[in-house]
């Protein structure tokens, strides 16, 4: 499978070139071929401009069209078939069964989108028609609709290459609520990125859609990431990644002469609590079920969980032992890239180097290292030294967890009460327990955005119920998800039509409801054609 | 009617009391008894604790509670009978005639709340039942809705004393979302403030929920306003008012270490497009509305129009003249406050200082001068000037508006491309020119977030298909709306609970459905039971 090395911009390669740079197998640390290119200011400025203009004529398609874009690109990405798994296994290490996965993963929530956007109920319609003889004064006809932002700039996240990237869940939403999407590749699997970026390129044209709507950029650094976020054409942003990074992303946003929304997904430590009657009932189930957890992936998950609280109880000593145990038998695995795991290393090395942190048990190295291996490993420390040890609280992003041991219920709610947002918390507690445990849970329902009972965080699942997003640092702004259908609603703002008659008003508003939507009329939900 | 003058901290006076300040009479220049004590940043402090603490609360109040509460609120306002009206009249000039009507507006939004909030199904619940027997994976129970933010940060606005202010829009719509409210009471009314959020307090007593449910804060610049945004309780903030203001509170409440989101609506010309057809049907009748329509409130309502653009058409001249003589004809009348008024004087002569706008048409000024009065007048230009003008584009709050003449539609439109975000955007024109006019109406769909034809933008219907929002700089987040009822959808984040035993699941999310809501069960919407 040939690559370029060069961005995408609106269907064509930018091929001004600026400085080079290859992909490294982090397994090996052999760079891979080809050289890729990043692209100049100039052409980060062509790519944004060229989904402006496409805006105009991509905003107003039929929803079917939407929907059919979405799901050619999942075909799209199905037909590159093998090799695209190999280049993404040989940049990122991920296994290729992961992989497959993931690429399933991908496709699906394409093609739920795709469903979502066909159905059409999600633009909340909404019509109170006029009120001609109402006093004092006539109520005007008034409709509104959700309608798309504009350009939306996306940057593919290291840890989910398929998932989180190319043509990942921000795309996917952005793509369905009608907007234009310009993706900064993440520099760690470009080729991966070249080969999906190809692919909605080629699902574009079949769709006989402007080539504008997507272009694909590579760049090193902040420069170019920078230069998307400030260009005056974009209207939002997603991303995934560091709490410093996209702290940086909303910062130039917000300083925007016209500032736009960023959604950053960053951080997390999405801690778990356990119950004594959790540990007697199923303690060692649980100490396996947590090592899987916070080792899947490398611990390279943004659910992974970081942060144990149990209760000590006479079943405490032996859930510990078991634990070690699990961890000892846990397998290395090479990181993402050489400086993911460098960040990994300092973190965890930070956090056991605090207070009253003890090492309870680390996987053994095997002899021949690779230079990103990630190997699980596990610390404790009294709650006592966590309620006065903030720094305890530092997300160390990979195969590391922290188990922090209360001498009573109210120790361990105190620790929850410390909390930052956080994408999820989990309880583990037998019946009795949880249904006494309701102050808990009320508590962490205003951390955290979703709530795991007697189960582990990590695994989202991608439906219309799910919420992957919480309070700040989990994201920068709790109000949305960026896993699951209701994710479009990021790049969607109402419009509303006043006195409009039927043949200029949008179909999802006319009074005959010839797309069959779910419409809130005069305050009531129904699919009924107005009368 | 007793006025003390000192802050509501959580039912309580807050009496430390710092510098004291009075209201004036802008109709005479008067100064009004009594002195009210601004708040001391230890007061503030105590109010937003307070809404913290009554949060946990008030979070999981039964929606039933929180509807009798904003009824409640409505009863206690009317309670207030006459001296309501006669103070907010000698604190605003505002006649009152006007003030009864915003007063039944206020009531009746509240009460619209209400009924959103017993019918309960805004909070888009959402439930995907396990799948145990899915492959490759089971998939676990997932069930999602909406819940309050926290405590709410709510700077009244001076033009809607009472619709916008204490117990206004942003207040009734945190409330019905859950949240708890703290208002930064506007420094023209502060003794309607305290009349109203007295109600406000006797509302949650009658209610029997606690007082830290709410509390107002006096206070003088922009010290007390900036410690509520920066209060690291404070989850979000509401505010009506200048764009300098509103960016400043933005730009605080980026830079916090837990960042919020600040709801601004700020600035709007709210461009009224006339069509030759329209002028050739009913030019007169357009003259006499536009003219009613920007000297409404002394020209003091967000939706004025302050940009006219008119195709020239052998109906102009006529329609210049009906306009001079409807503006010649139009009364005078004594702005919100002194610094309204000068800001306005200032705004409108730089804006009719600029190279080729010349006056129209004036109001004539009486020879009694009360000190804030504002006279309607306005000016024209021509496109070619507007084009080449970008500072014509500045907001001159009160009565007056810049009629813009173009020569070609093709100059009326590039007029319109100019436009920074709006609240609305006005076409007029006959049923053809309208039908051909569609490039026109998509390019203000992205400009505004409501779309006016052959009426007026004043006049902002409280209903659920309205949106008063847009983009920037017309609001800071143009997703959402501060009057209609989707406006509590600001104030809500969902959470998610995955694995929940029915009991500890929050009644929306129940099998059963016992509060009757629809809800998305398997990506359909339903108000059955789940099986």
Known sequence: MHLHGYSLLAGHRGALGGATFRASNPATGETLAPDFHEALPAEADEAVNAAAVAFAQFRIVAPEIRARLLETIAAEIEALGEPLLQRCHEETALPLARLRGERARTCGQLRLFAQVVREG?????RIDPALPDRQPLPRPDVRRMLQPLGPVVVFGSSNFPL???????????????GCTVVVKAHRSHPGTAELVGGAINRAIAACGLPAGIFSLIHGGGA????????????????????????????????????PIP?????????????????????????????????????GQFCTKPGLVFACRSPETEAFLAALAAAVRAAPCAP?????????????????????GVTELAAASTPAA????????????????NFLRTPALATEAFGPFTVVVLADSFDEFSACAHTLAGQLTATVHGDAGELAAAQPLLELLAQKAGRLVLNAYPTGVEVCPAMHHGGPYPATTDARFTSVGTAALLRFARPVCYQGFPAALLPPALRDENPLGLWRLVNGSLSRDALA
Not at 262 to 290: D, H, K, T, Y
Not at 335 to 355: C, D, Q, T, Y
Not at 369 to 384: H, Q, W, Y
């Open 369 to 384: 290292m690779p230079p990103t291996l990630g190997c699980p490993s596990i610390a404790v420390a009294t709650a006592k």
């Open 335 to 355: 990181m993402l890239s050489a400086g993911i795991h460098a960040a990994f290393l300092e973190n965890r090395a930070s956090v056991s180097a605090l207070p």
């Open 121 to 125: 109920s999600w633009v909340d319609a």
């Open 262 to 298: 960023v959604f950053a997904e960053m951080s997390s430590l999405n801690p778990v609590f356990l119950m004594p009657g959790a540990l007697r009932e199923r303690g060692p189930a649980i100490a396996q079920g947590l090592v899987v957890s916070f080792t899947l992936g490398v």
């Open 163 to 177: 998932a989180f990237s190319v043509a990942g869940g921000d795309t996917a939403s952005a793509l369905a609520a």
């Open 223 to 258: 420069t170019i990431g920078l230069a998307l976020v400030r260009h005056p054409a974009t209207t939002a942003v997603g991303f995934t990644g560091s709490h410093a990074a996209g702290r940086a992303l909303c910062a130039a946003a917000a300083a925007r002469p016209h």
